[in-house]
């Protein structure tokens, strides 16, 4: 017998709001399967005013709950029967993050929950992570946002050691991070890689995903080091303009994919990793098998 029942995941970036709606498959004697159904993203850059004024301005609060209203309205044309809704650094470090969390609660009914980066770092990891890794091998797993960075080493399918750094791509864009902060990350991927013979490296988050797709790759090849140094070689000669007039980057991502690359290209330098391999899997993914495994709170009103 067939069951089909629809959860859906609302990532609340510093860089992008994202909707994820994915349908449940589950079938006596067989794995339950999770099939996305929808994805919709709204360029809200949320981290610009955070990461920059302290606060998030009227203009994205206005934003944040219109769309948030399109997603409810969204979620019940789906027929979602749960969802959660997280926030992340920008919604975090805004002084008046919890008062826009209120308002969008008052005026659509979404509930929305501000995690931490050590919060957020296990949900990505409740992903299909573990399908694309060898348990013989070692990777450096490397999830990029807007405000923060997740890193995570995973030895032989284990989990050794996971730490969330505030080196994102809208507070590189906005030059709020320190040399000082570049050089702890440093010392950390070192120290936490020392003792593997050999690193490789796993990419997720908006950027790296659009490079994979350029790149014309199979889906489970991965981007050597010299392509990826390449590419980022190459994106430094365009003006932003150019990336998008020649480039066709969206223009919320011909800026942001610059520092983005360089994270990745930091992290494969460091860790001496040779190739990144890209999955495609985030935070969104995370939520919607966190909320089947109950594993984290979950909301079923839209009123």
């Known amino acids: 017998m067939l069951n089909i029942k629809k959860y859906a995941a609302i990532d609340i970036g510093s860089n992008a709001v994202r909707l994820l709606v994915s349908n449940i498959i589950e079938e006596k004697g067989k794995s339950t399967r999770f099939k996305k159904s929808s994805l919709v993203r709204v360029p809200i850059r949320l981290g610009a005013n955070a990461f920059l004024e302290g606060e998030i301005g009227e203009e994205n609060i206005v934003r944040m709950v219109d769309t948030m209203y399109a997603f409810k309205l969204l979620m019940k044309s789906h027929k979602v029967i749960k969802y959660k809704a997280c926030a992340t650094s920008a919604m975090r470090e805004a002084v008046n993050g919890a008062d826009v969390v209120n308002l969008i609660l008052k005026k659509t009914g979404l509930k929305i929950d501000i995690i931490e980066g050590e919060e957020e770092a296990a949900i990505i990891a409740a992903t299909d992570l573990h399908t694309f890794i060898d348990k013989n091998k070692t990777y450096l797993y490397v999830d990029v946002g807007g405000g923060s960075t997740e890193f995570s080493i995973i030895h032989h399918g284990v989990k050794k050691a996971s730490k969330s750094f505030k080196i994102g791509t809208v507070r590189l864009l906005n030059n709020v991070v320190k040399k000082e902060l570049w050089k702890v990350l440093e010392n950390w991927v070192k120290f936490n890689t020392k003792t593997y013979d050999k690193i490789e490296v ?9 490079i994979f797709k350029i790149s014309g790759k199979a889906a489970t090849k991965p981007l050597t080091y010299f392509y990826l140094t390449s590419y980022y070689n190459m994106l430094k000669t365009y003006s932003y303009e150019e990336r998008i007039s020649e480039l066709h980057l969206n223009q919320d991502r011909a800026d942001v994919i610059i520092p983005a690359t360089r994270i990745y290209l930091s992290a494969m ?19 919607i098998k966190s909320i089947y495994n109950n594993t984290v709170s979950s909301h079923t009103k839209f009123e």
């Open 202 to 210: 796993i990419g997720s988050g908006g950027n790296i995903n659009k």
């Open 269 to 287: 330098k460091w860790s001496g990793a040779k190739d990144i391999y890209v999955p495609k899997i985030g935070l969104s993914d995370g939520i």
